[in-house]
């Protein structure tokens, strides 16, 4: 389960109660800068480590890390971001949470036009239409162009990819939310199975890998259990959004996770039968009767529901492939 927005910890007792004992935390929200001077305090990241403990659920992923905007834009200051991300992977493996969920998306990053279509009996579900964006202005950054965030990460990846082996850190980069070209001048780059596999070549480590997200790959317009056999083959699921839509990059819902293209129970048993070591968890859930909007895609009832559905395919996998 991801624990991301304050007021969370409201699924703690819940995770409980569903046998949910891993967890998924972040540093910060991504458009958290640095402090002035730089450096960065982890007492409160440590602290909120501790707490799960306490309660009996073992962080596994930190999604979310330390700042990286200026990294992303080649802009002044981005070595302080990369020094202080090198800490958190230190950090990390002081903490035993081997892997650290990164994105490559500046300015806009994950991103949706509508928070609130409905959906069945009433839910409500988040999508991305980009004729809602077409004509908006540049933002502050200009045209920031493909060639420019390909630099700036694999100058990223040079600076810690020794460092993540050194800690055994996975790095598990995330494909661009929704997978379009350019958002309002901002390129995005991660949109393709190709350029996911450029990532783990930029630099190449067993521990430079992916973040295997099935719904942004099947916006992409990829077969997700094709592409998910790809990678798992060569070793580079390192951690798992299972979700799923209907539509295109441009034009696509999210939906209840038994509702959208992709035949989700073959996915599940790729993952078992290839063995996959990783963290799975539920991503961009309705909202449900009952619930605000507050948090479209991370609401209670909708992990509710995408749990005991992910729990009920494990089993079946599990029986007809066997154990992991």
């Given amino acids: 389960m991801a624990y991301f927005y304050p007021g969370h910890e409201e699924k703690i007792p819940l995770s409980q109660q569903l046998g949910v004992d891993r967890a998924v935390i972040n ?17 409160p990241f440590k602290s909120k ?28 200051g981005r070595d302080e971001e990369i020094k202080v991300f090198c800490k958190l992977l230190e950090v990390m493996d002081s903490l035993d949470i081997r892997t650290v969920c990164y994105n490559w998306m500046p300015v806009i990053g994950w991103f949706r036009s509508r928070k609130n279509i409905p959906a069945r009996g009433g839910a409500t579900v988040t999508g991305y239409c980009h004729k809602d964006v077409e004509g908006e202005p540049l933002t502050e950054f200009g045209e920031v162009t493909q060639k420019q965030l390909w630099e700036n990460l694999e100058y990223f990846l040079k600076a810690v990819v020794p460092e993540a082996e050194r800690h055994g850190i996975r790095l598990a980069v995330h ?16 949109i393709s199975p190709e350029a996911l596999k450029k990532v783990t070549e930029l630099v190449p480590s067993e521990y430079n890998g992916i973040t295997f997200c ?49 035949d989700m129970y073959k996915c599940m048993k790729l993952y078992y039968g290839y063995g996959l070591d990783c963290c799975i968890r539920p991503d961009h859930v309705p ?27 494990m089993e079946a996998a599990q029986k007809e492939i066997g154990g992991f």
């Fill in 27 to 43: 540093v910060c929200s991504q458009k958290t800068p640095l402090p002035d001077g730089g450096g960065w305090d982890f007492a």
């Fill in 49 to 76: 480590v501790e707490s799960f403990l306490q309660a009996g659920i073992k962080p596994e992923v930190v999604e979310g890390p330390t700042p990286l905007e200026r990294t992303k834009l080649g802009l002044s």
């Fill in 175 to 190: 494909p661009d939310d929704p997978p379009v070209p350019a958002i309002r001048g901002i390129s995005r780059i991660l």
């Fill in 214 to 262: 099935q719904g942004s790959i099947g916006a992409e317009g990829a077969d997700v259990p094709k592409t998910l056999s790809e990678f798992a083959q060569k070793k580079k699921i390192f951690f798992a959004h299972f979700r799923d839509i209907r539509g295109t990059a441009e034009d696509f819902r999210e939906t209840f996770h038994e509702d959208g293209q992709t």
């Fill in 287 to 313: 909202t449900m009767l009952g619930e605000e909007c507050s948090q479209p895609g991370y609401s209670v009832l909708g992990n509710l529901f995408a749990v005991g559905y992910m729990k009920g395919l």
